[in-house]
T-cell receptor
Framework: ETGVTQTPRHLVMGMTNKKSLKCEQHLGHNAMYWYKQSAKKPLELMFVYSLEERVENNSVPSRFSPECPNSSHLFLHLHTLQPEDSALYLC??????????????FGPGTRLTVL | AQTVTQSQPEMSVQEAETVTLSCTYDTSENNYYLFWYKQPPSRQMILVIRQEAYKQQNATENRFSVNFQKAAKSFSLKISDSQLGDTAMYFC????????????FGTGTSLTVIP
């Protein structure tokens, strides 16, 4: 596979469930991101990992827990979510940091519904 | 605060015609990168065009071009000879270097190309 892949594509869960979203990038990038996309809102950056270290956490509730075991994989562990957490969760990756142009490549997203 | 404003939630254009999507942004930084991303109904977001803020020349990619007005903090996207495949959500974004590649996105414009 090429590019950025995400599984599952759709997920329905109850508020007491624990689930995980998976993202994999096949581009050799060293930075990965989780975004939340809700209707009529800007994309919300949740977490940034660079060289497998978390460099950004935008005040995300602790019921979302990211994990980056290596530069190609990124997980988002979910537990005791709320209905307002229902959204499209997008993963992205990019190469490098610093004062240079770094396009982000996006995955297809996981459509999450919390009942 | 860094913000991106897309004032047109929905737009439509006749096939083969030209349409312009507006975007304004706010940042106190002088060095940044600007992007337009396209998200078709299948949901995978892809880059349409990019612009370095230090370049005065407007970027062009085939039928897509931008009108970058740095002083006005405006970054509009022009799509010429619109095609049915251009139907999608379009997101304007900018990125500040040296911030972990953090992107700031607008709320998007839903473009429909009418046959």
């Amino acid at each position: 596979e090429t590019g950025v892949t995400q599984t599952p594509r759709h997920l329905v869960m109850g508020m007491t469930n624990k689930k995980s979203l998976k993202c994999e990038q096949h581009l050799g990038h060293n930075a990965m991101y989780w975004y939340k996309q809700s209707a009529k809102k800007p994309l919300e950056l949740m977490f940034v990992y660079s060289l497998e270290e978390r460099v950004e956490n935008n005040s995300v509730p602790s019921r979302f827990s990211p994990e980056c075991p290596n530069s190609s994989h990124l997980f988002l562990h979910l537990h005791t979510l709320q209905p307002e957490d229902s959204a499209l969760y997008l993963c992205a990756s990019s190469q490098g940091q610093g004062d240079s142009y770094n396009e982000q490549f996006f995955g297809p997203g996981t459509r999450l519904t919390v009942l | 605060a860094q913000t991106v404003t897309q004032s047109q939630p929905e737009m439509s254009v006749q096939e083969a015609e030209t349409v312009t999507l507006s975007c304004t942004y706010d940042t106190s930084e002088n060095n940044y990168y600007l992007f337009w991303y396209k998200q078709p109904p299948s949901r995978q977001m892809i880059l349409v065009i990019r612009q370095e803020a230090y370049k005065q020349q407007n970027a062009t990619e085939n039928r897509f071009s931008v009108n970058f007005q740095k002083a006005a903090k405006s970054f509009s996207l022009k799509i010429s000879d619109s095609q049915l495949g251009d139907t999608a959500m379009y997101f304007c974004a900018f990125m500040l270097p040296n911030t972990g590649n953090q992107f700031y996105f607008g709320t998007g414009t839903s473009l429909t190309v009418i046959p």
